[in-house]
């Protein structure tokens, strides 16, 4: 069974870029595309961004409305993928959770696989 | 960016009641149309996927139907396990898009 597990900080302040890790196990991140969401009372669910495998390349796609401050890498020696979301503001305290979905988009573009969600504050 | 509108925003109903959720998008998601389910403090759960293909696990009172741009996700016999939020989402193009939640609660 695939499990995910987000970690960083739960305090930022503004103006400041919000860095966040998530483990995967029991399953290589070689495969499969790897996102961030938020859910924050004001917005809903929001998708933030993916990082997607191509052979031995990855691409990534990002919300256009999120797209000049965020980046999504991935490590696959270490079963890990990352965002950072720069230029804080209060606007971007949510609950970021990473997910899964088979492929980025399309008919295997859903989420099947969460991590438990880390809660983030943007306050000085 | 494709909107996604649910109603209701929230319902009140009882055990073992059939309950309909609906996901109207604002333009043909090809039937890429996804449903989610929320409890409080939890990550959102995949019920739902492709209209009507039930996830792994997922006990089979959910079903999903629908096509183009009109989309109902049915709860039959609700179980008090299933009072929650309920998420649509499409994944026919970027950005992937969410529905607003409806919130099922206890009549």
């Known amino acids: 069974q695939v499990q995910l597990q987000e970690s960083g900080p739960g305090l930022v302040k503004p103006s400041e870029t919000l860095s966040l890790n998530c483990t995967v196990s029991a399953g290589s991140i070689g495969t499969f595309s790897w996102n961030w969401i938020r859910q924050s009372p004001g917005k809903g669910l929001e998708w933030i961004g993916y990082?997607?495998?191509?052979?031995?390349?990855?691409?990534?796609e990002y919300n256009p409305s999120l797209k000049s401050r965020v980046s999504v890498s991935a490590d696959t020696s270490r079963n890990v993928y990352s965002l950072k979301l720069r230029a804080l503001t209060a606007a971007d305290t949510a609950v970021y959770y990473c997910?899964?979905?088979?492929?980025?988009?399309?008919?295997?573009?859903?989420?099947?696989?969460w991590g438990q969600g880390i809660m983030v504050s943007v306050s000085s | 960016d494709i909107q996604l509108a649910q109603s209701p925003s929230s319902l009140s109903a009882s055990v073992g009641d059939r309950v309909a959720i609906t996901c109207r998008a604002s333009?043909?998601?090809?039937?890429?149309l996804n449903w989610y389910q929320q409890r409080p403090g939890k990550a959102p759960r995949l019920l739902v996927y492709?209209?009507?293909s039930l996830q792994r696990g997922v006990p089979s009172r959910f079903r999903g139907s629908g096509s183009g741009t009109d989309f109902t996700l049915t709860i039959n016999s609700l179980q008090a396990e299933d009072f929650a939020s309920y998420y649509c989402?499409?994944?026919?193009?970027?950005?992937?898009?969410f529905g607003q939640g409806t919130r099922v609660e206890i009549k």
């Open positions: 997910a899964r979905a088979p492929r980025p988009i399309g008919a295997a573009g859903h989420f099947d696989f």
């Open positions: 333009q043909n998601v090809n039937n890429y």
């Open positions: 989402q499409q994944s026919y193009s970027v950005p992937q898009t």
């Open positions: 492709g209209v009507s």
């Open positions: 990082f997607y495998f191509t052979g031995t390349t990855g691409t990534t």
